[in-house]
């Protein structure tokens, strides 16, 4: 399962990170995704649950917050958008600029970074 990597080098980024600060207890964890991460949210989550048990994390809140996707169109017209998770995948290959209607581009996506660590 991706996500179990994934979430295994966001656990450790989080306890290096708290530790550097001298926090004994992390309490909550903000990550952003990009639309294009190939990330299920919901195992994510359920992935760092698991992870954090019986390290300085236990119990933290984990917020994952999706980010609008860039584009940008042959006209150079940037745009954000905000897909609905199940279409994004048909979405990037017929992706059109909202401003021209010329075929557009993603610009990233796959973002997947602690935007926040809560400690205490
Ligand atoms: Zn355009």
Do not use: N, W
Not at 48 to 76: D, F, H, M, N, S
């Amino acid at each position: 399962m991706h996500e179990f990597s994934v979430a295994s080098g966001i656990v450790e980024s989080v306890l290096v990170e708290s530790k550097k600060h001298g926090a004994e207890k992390v309490t909550k964890i903000v990550l952003e995704i990009g639309q294009l991460s190939m990330i299920s949210v919901d195992q994510l989550v359920f992935a760092l649950e698991i992870l954090i048990e019986g390290t300085a994390a236990q119990g933290a809140k984990v917020e994952c917050r999706i980010l609008p996707l860039k584009i940008e169109c042959q006209k150079k017209h940037v745009s954000e958008i905000m897909p609905e998770k199940k279409d994004v995948y048909s979405l990037t290959r017929r992706l059109k600029c909202p401003v021209c209607g010329e075929v557009a581009k993603p610009l990233g996506g796959r973002e997947c970074m602690i935007k926040e660590i809560t400690a205490e």
